[in-house]
């Protein structure tokens, strides 16, 4: 997300494609969003393309499993100057311009191993293949210099771009309670701190990939946290799921619930509440890296654009 308005700030035409894992149109594919309507439901798109629909402005969100053939249809749709592939690149099909990849600098590799002896999907030397490496909640955002731990990795040697993230979270979104309907697909949504949640007793869950990160997220507003309910990621959200966090929200008498932006599009809509809901964004801040980072993709389409080497192929 931050790569496509990045991008499209510049001056150029950015589309995203992602997978749409789990979505019921992930293997026929389809725009999500044209970056003006959505123009699929959550159900369909997956819940991340559908979350980046939402979120973003004139920038469009395509889906496929077949991601070659989710650009051609981007590019007959939208005529784009850049495609933004969303987790591609083990998508070898693809001849691809820049790769970047992404890092937890509190835990990068693991154990060192792959899957699923370890956490690794390929081995560290593979990060040779990589344009530039990203390393997230690094605490950039505070000024932390600190030396990133995979910095201290040989693999980098050849001099690739590192560059440190911290992640910031926020109130993306409230919707108070005492029974009122919640609107399918989050229009006019609204961008606070941690004002609104300051001070409340709240009852969280999540179906993230690191439910406890969420947890330690919500511990840091300035709210009493009650109780937390976790659940896999891309989970598929039933009443009965929402019935049943609901209850135990009321047995620890929280008076708010919190989750997060990418669960909230999983939910069986128009379900009535009788308490508030929090619903967490987050977003990248590369700090003081940020204008190094930008003149880095500045630099790389410029150069594209001159040569005409950014067209897409089937390798």
């Known amino acids: 997300m931050y790569v496509a308005e990045t991008v499209r700030i510049l001056g150029y035409k950015a589309v995203i494609i992602s997978r749409g894992y789990k979505g019921k149109a992930e293997a026929v594919g389809g725009v999500v969003g044209d970056g003006r309507s959505l123009l699929m439901t959550p159900e369909a798109s997956g819940d991340e393309p559908f979350m980046m629909a939402a979120r973003l402005k004139n920038v469009p969100v395509v889906i496929g499993k077949d991601r070659f053939k989710a650009g051609v249809l981007a590019m007959q749709k939208f005529n784009p100057d850049v495609l933004v592939l969303d987790d591609g690149f083990q998508h070898l099909r693809l001849q691809r311009n820049l790769d970047f990849v992404l890092l937890n600098d509190r835990n990068p590799f693991g154990n060192g191993h792959l899957l699923p002896r370890g956490v690794l999907r390929e081995p560290i030397s593979t990060l040779l293949m990589a344009d530039a490496v990203i390393s997230t909640k690094s605490g950039a955002a505070e000024g932390n210099r600190a030396l990133s731990s995979m910095e201290k990795f040989s693999v980098f040697e050849r001099e690739k771009p590192v560059y440190q993230a911290g992640i910031n979270p926020f109130v993306y979104k409230v919707f108070k309670g005492k029974k009122s309907q919640f609107d399918n697909f989050m229009p006019g949504a609204s961008k606070y701190h941690s004002e609104p949640i300051n001070g409340r007793t709240v009852f969280a869950f999540s179906g993230l990939a690191d439910n406890l990160q969420f947890r330690r997220t919500v511990e840091g507003f300035k709210c009493r946290l009650s109780g937390f309910m976790e659940f896999p990621d891309h989970h598929s959200y039933t009443e009965k799921d ?7 929200a009321q047995k620890s008498r929280s008076d708010a619930l919190v989750t997060t932006e990418k669960d909230y599009v999983r939910f069986a809509h128009n379900l009535e509440w009788c308490v508030d809901l929090f619903v967490i964004g987050i977003e990248i801040d590369f700090g003081p890296d940020r204008k190094r980072f930008n003149d880095f993709i500045k ?8 040569s005409d080497a950014y067209i897409m192929k089937d390798a």
Not at 242 to 248: D, G, P, Q, R, V
Not at 299 to 306: F, P, V
């Open 299 to 306: 630099d790389r389409i410029e150069k594209w654009c001159a």
């Open 242 to 248: 929402l019935k049943n966090i609901l209850a135990a």
